[in-house]
């Protein structure tokens, strides 16, 4: 049985910089994603996680590392309440299925799917990251499908409450 031919994937060393590998087998253009705003202290705590975690080499740990990279970082008591931050309750649309989902976006440790608390280190829960209300972003599952979400409306946000502390 003859071999179909390998299309060869590109290297991202030599790729433009607009350009960047999310997860293997996928491309996005960085330049058509929506703009996403992280907190100094969410993009601190999830640095540190990153550095933690780096040695896994995992394709969700580089998708977050690329979000953090390419997001606006601005002081707590400055972001839009709008904007989904690190324990913030947030309605968004789900693509995939079509329906509404609330979830409240929590680091690892704190994520319970009973009580709808998703990791950030899930790919919805790195989409969600620093987006705003309207705004749709692609991600992939992991199961390589590419998919996306809406933010609908962030109903809770610590840094709006004054709650800065959580």
Known sequence: ?????VTPRPNPVEMPRQVQRNTPGTIMNI???PDI??????ASRLAALIGDLFQVRD??????????????????DVIREDIVTMRSLVDFWNGETGSMARVMLSYPAEASVSENKISVLTPVGTALLGLPEGEC???EAADGTM????????????EANAMGWL
């Open 1 to 5: 049985m003859p071999r179909s031919p």
């Open 31 to 33: 330049s058509t994603l």
């Open 37 to 42: 705003t992280v907190t100094t202290k969410d």
């Open 59 to 76: 394709s969700q740990i580089a998708f977050l590392a690329r979000e953090l990279d390419r997001a606006k970082i601005v002081e707590p």
């Open 137 to 139: 972003m692609p991600y």
């Open 147 to 158: 998919r996306h979400l809406t933010v609908h409306r962030v109903l809770f946000q610590p």
